[in-house]
């Protein structure tokens, strides 16, 4: 997640991975305005919509923030894992990360998250999409996204409200834990409105 999506500084300065070969690690993440972990809650629900084994998956967390997601997807064997920040010390941080786990599947990218989007060719399994809170930044990285995705891909979002993604996505499952809407998505153009875009 960005680091602008929320007032307030990280509880604790620490995030854990809840799953996978890194399961249980403790990393620290920096003090920095806004900067805060999608709760462990929250992870452990994702990635039970998702599978737990990511084997060959190739994934993308634009808004990286602490790395919670992208650290998690590559700890349960993701073959990839792009994630993009824009603010120095979350990458520092990030970076860290990665060389105290080894994570060769990792790449960092310092970067405003669409327009390097905007410029990306690759395509992706899995997005995560948790864009700076108030900014109301979802319906562009929404709107950016499908040309970028492998077929099947399923994208995570997540904001502080409800949101309707728009008739070409369908709705695989959503929950909510306090404050924070999150959703699982996936591109479905002129897909049946009756049909599978029900909530799971």
């Avoid at 990393?27 to 999608?38: A, S």
């Avoid at 995560?128 to 929404?142: I, M, S, Y």
């Avoid at 409800?162 to 996505?169: L, Y």
């Avoid at 153009?189 to 049909?195: A, L, N, Q, T, V």
Wanted: hydrophobic share 45%.
């Amino acid at each position: 997640m960005n680091t602008s999506r929320r007032s307030g500084f990280t509880q604790a300065g620490r995030l854990r991975i809840v799953g996978g070969a890194w399961r249980s690690r403790i990393l620290r993440v920096p003090e920095r305005p806004g900067l805060r972990p999608t709760p462990d809650r929250v992870r452990e629900t994702l990635f039970n919509w998702l599978g737990q084994d990511l084997s060959g998956l190739c994934c993308l967390d634009l808004y990286a923030g602490s790395g919670a997601l992208g650290f998690e997807a590559a700890s349960r064997g993701a073959a990839q894992v792009v994630m993009v920040e824009r603010d120095r010390h979350a990458i520092a941080a990030l970076r860290a990360h990665k060389a105290a786990l080894d994570a060769h599947a990792v790449e960092i990218v310092e970067a405003d998250a669409l327009p390097w989007l905007a410029h990306g060719g690759r395509r992706y399994d899995v997005v995560f999409l948790d864009p700076p809170f108030g900014q109301n930044a979802l319906p562009a990285a929404l709107a950016a996204l499908p040309a970028h995705l492998e077929p099947g891909a399923r994208v995570y979002a997540e904001s502080e409200a409800g949101f309707a993604a728009g008739a070409d996505w369908t709705l695989l499952r959503e929950a909510r834990a306090g404050q924070v809407h999150f959703k699982l998505l996936q591109w479905s153009p002129h897909h049946d409105p009756g049909g599978l875009s029900r909530n799971l």
